[in-house]
């Protein structure tokens, strides 16, 4: 399922949560891993280093710092029976990642949901946001401060009945199905969106209504679980969908959350589905999206 991943680094403490993560399922599944840094050529003129030597020291110190990002990485590589390549390229990092992602032929990325710059921030990472809503293969996002897990035997995955959270489920499924774990269907009732909706009010037909809808979608992934021959858990909530999914991960000791990047209402919109984005920037374990 996942030959090769590719594990960015720019030698912050997400990344090394990412490595550890990313190594963790290399080894269940086999796979080779690629080691990345991307010296930003912005952090430097590329013109003006081919002939002013000032520059051109510079342009080689960012490449040491690269260079050691990686070596780092691939210590921690060489203490596990996981196959691996190291690259150091110069260029914009998140379109040096998205090219690397093609001409590699990566199956996965697992990456820090932060990196160097943006730790104190309140957002996911800029490099991180760019890869997760515009690559084509699952990115396993990390926060630094994840806990470290040796193997995941409750894997998530929250739906909203869509086409979107559809698209995770076969990923949610065979991570599951390589850890042998409990799969946990969940499906959130946005009860604030309910009630902010003048035409529906506070009407209790609606919320029944959307409780089934919840149910059926839960019962969908329940169901290609157990075509797999999985044990699943189901549960229908109500509240707001982030706070819901990550009460329910604490809750029930979730070691990982598969999901869309997108749900029901922003499938049209640019950025990240709202519930995705919060959901990898606070919850405490990695996060599998699916574009
Ligand atoms: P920002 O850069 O937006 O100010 P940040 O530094 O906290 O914020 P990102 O740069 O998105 O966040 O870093 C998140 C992850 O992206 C890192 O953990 C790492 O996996 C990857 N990454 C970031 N920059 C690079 C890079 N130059 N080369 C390789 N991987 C990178
Ligand atoms: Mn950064």
Known sequence: ???????????????????????ALATAFESRIHLLSVVDERTYSSSIADVDSTVREQRDAFEREATEAVRILEELADETSVACHTAVEHGVPHAVIASYLDRHDIDLVSMGTHGRTGLDRLLVGSVTERIVRTSDVPVLTTRPDADERGSYERVLIPTDGSEAAAAAVGHGLAVADRYDARV??????????????????????????????????????AGRAEDRGLDVTTAVEQGLPYRAIRDYTRQEDIDLVTMGTHG????ERYLLGSVTERVVRTIDVPVLTVR
């Not at 996942?2 to 403490?13: A, N, Q, R, V």
């Not at 037909?205 to 089934?212: G, M, P, S």
């Not at 029901?264 to 499938?267: A, F, I, K």
Request: without cysteine; glycine residues 12%; charged residues 20%.
């Open 1 to 23: 399922m996942y030959d090769t991943i590719l594990i960015p680094t720019d030698g912050s403490e997400g990344a090394l949560a990412a490595a550890r993560h990313g190594l």
């Open 184 to 221: 946990h269907a969940l499906s959130v009732v946005d009860v604030s969106g309910l009630m902010g909706a003048p035409d529906v009010g506070m009407n209790p037909d609606v919320l029944d209504t959307w409780t089934e809808y919840g149910e059926r979608a839960v019962s969908e992934v």
């Open 264 to 267: 029901r209402t922003g499938l």
